[in-house]
């Protein structure tokens, strides 16, 4: 994600993922509320974790979200015990810009802070350390290109496309298999990282079952306007490299 707060950074064009965080907000706090077990625990300290945070004002507010309803859970739930001391993890990967995140948190907040660079595809914490895991909007991306979308002898060859919308369905089986090898390797991680009682939240966009190859699924308009766009930006330096070869 493009950094700081200009016209083209992250924190400027993010409206669609800071919608889903607000269409998950009373979700998310109910259950919080419902879900986490403090009654039969000892807290000195809980532990939060942001999987691909984002570089923008998305990731305060999601924080903020969270924080709200901890403080409402220990406080109704055990109102004679003083509540825990607040931590909070900002994974992302390591170019992220973490100081651009860091400018945006409020200075009398009520939580402690540290960025967490690396793939959430591993683990990234020591074994039973956090109390909740959070992600959003963020699950949606692969750790790596599917190989055979690159292989011109494959029957995946993507050739012209960025997505899978309109394209055959090895592609799509293509980009659905290497997603199932992903989910499993960050399940895995946090399976190991989350301790005893702790609660995952994920938000992950996804489309029907039935739309994984058709022009009709939720984003795939964008994605192929957004393809054309760098084929034609493509084409362009192509056509100027051969211009300055026939003219050197």
């Known amino acids: 994600m493009n950094g700081g707060d200009g016209a083209s950074s992250y924190a400027r064009n993010s409206s669609y993922q800071r919608g889903a965080i607000e269409a998950a907000e009373a979700l998310l706090r109910n259950e919080i509320n419902a879900r986490l077990d403090i009654t039969n625990h000892s807290f000195s300290s809980f ?29 109704s739930s055990l109102p004679n ?3 825990p001391q ?3 993890f900002f994974n992302d990967v390591s170019h992220t810009d973490f ?6 948190l409020p200075p009398q907040r009520p939580y402690f802070v540290a960025g967490v ?12 350390h956090l109390n909740l895991a ?29 997505h899978y919308t309109g394209a055959s369905a090895e592609v799509a089986q293509a980009y659905s298999s290497q997603y199932k090898k ?10 190991q990282e989350l301790a005893e009682n702790g609660l995952m939240a994920l938000i992950v966009p996804g489309v029907p079952d039935g739309f994984l190859d058709c022009q009709e699924a939720s984003t795939g308009s964008e994605f192929d306007l ?12 192509l056509a100027l490299f051969s211009v300055r070869n026939k003219n050197p």
């Open 47 to 75: 532990t939060i974790a942001d999987f691909g945070c984002s570089s923008g004002p998305n990731t305060v507010i999601a924080v903020d979200i969270i924080i709200q309803a901890l403080y409402h859970k220990f406080t």
């Open 81 to 83: 015990t003083t509540t």
């Open 86 to 88: 607040f931590q909070v």
């Open 99 to 104: 100081n651009a995140l860091f400018a945006l």
């Open 117 to 128: 660079p690396g793939s959430f595809y591993g683990n990234l914490f020591p074994k039973a």
């Open 134 to 162: 959070y992600s959003s909007c963020a699950l949606c991306w692969l750790s790596d290109l599917p190989s055979e979308l690159t292989d011109t002898s494959s029957p995946a060859y993507n050739r012209g496309r960025i």
């Open 182 to 191: 992903d989910i499993k390797l960050f399940l895995h991680a946090r399976s």
């Open 226 to 237: 957004l393809g054309s766009c760098l084929m034609d930006m493509a084409k362009e330096v």
